[in-house]
């Protein structure tokens, strides 16, 4: 959907310091749409804006979770755990270890995608997915989109369009596929995310 002067002027004016889920509320926009429209218009984040995100992901020294949400790890620590000081016999791990035999690989896994595994683990080893994932670190400053940190050491490229839809739209089925393939390192399909808010995307948005 084309973007209107309103709503692009109320970008221009709100987009260095209103985080993009609010936008997307506001102008009824997806996330992608908000942040593809503010790149192509060479907007960002404010410093302050940036540094407050990055600081209010953190939890601090002595900073608690609501009792409601607060996971009581001192509850079952030590000899408080039930399991303490107990381990199974040689019978149990082996009965265990054959009961999930087959369950959790191949088509049983939740996340079988056809046996295109062990291909994107291949393609993301080659020199070429290498050079992809630099250039885009290097146009985002090697710093999350999201939260703003540079710490370096845990930073990921992103696909935009999931990297197995890619290989998948393009039958791409050998190795060789890939040099073939220029929308598979087009880097306006990749973002930088640190990889905290890399997990937290795909908690929230799933992996499909």
Not at 60 to 87: C, V
Not at 139 to 148: A, E, F, I, S
Not at 180 to 203: M, P, R, S, V, Y
Request: proline fraction near 1%; aromatic fraction near 12%.
């Amino acid at each position: 959907m084309k973007w209107s002067n309103k709503e692009i002027n109320y970008l221009i004016k709100n987009y260095s310091n209103v985080s993009n889920d609010e936008l997307c509320k506001t102008l009824n926009r997806s996330w992608w749409g908000v942040f593809g429209k503010a790149r192509n218009l060479g907007l960002k984040k404010s410093k302050q804006y940036m540094k407050n995100k990055s600081y209010s992901t953190q939890i601090k020294k002595g900073q608690h979770l609501s009792p409601e949400t607060e996971f009581k790890s001192e509850d079952i620590k030590g000899k408080n755990n039930p399991f303490y000081g107990k381990h199974h016999t040689k019978e149990t791990r082996k009965k265990l270890s054959e009961s999930n035999i087959g369950k959790r690989t191949g088509e049983n896994n939740n996340k079988w995608k056809g046996g295109i595994t062990s291909l994107t683990d291949k393609i993301r080893k080659t020199n070429k997915y290498k050079e992809w994932r630099e250039k885009i670190y290097r146009r985002d400053n090697y710093t999350c989109q999201l939260c703003g940190d540079n710490s370096g050491g845990n930073l990921i490229a992103h696909h935009i369009v999931y990297f197995h839809n890619l290989i998948e739209s393009n039958n791409i089925k050998i190795l060789s596929d890939i040099y073939k393939c220029e929308e598979l390192w087009d880097i306006n399909n990749g973002i930088t995310f640190c990889d905290k808010c890399h997990e937290g995307f795909h908690n929230k948005n799933g992996y499909d």
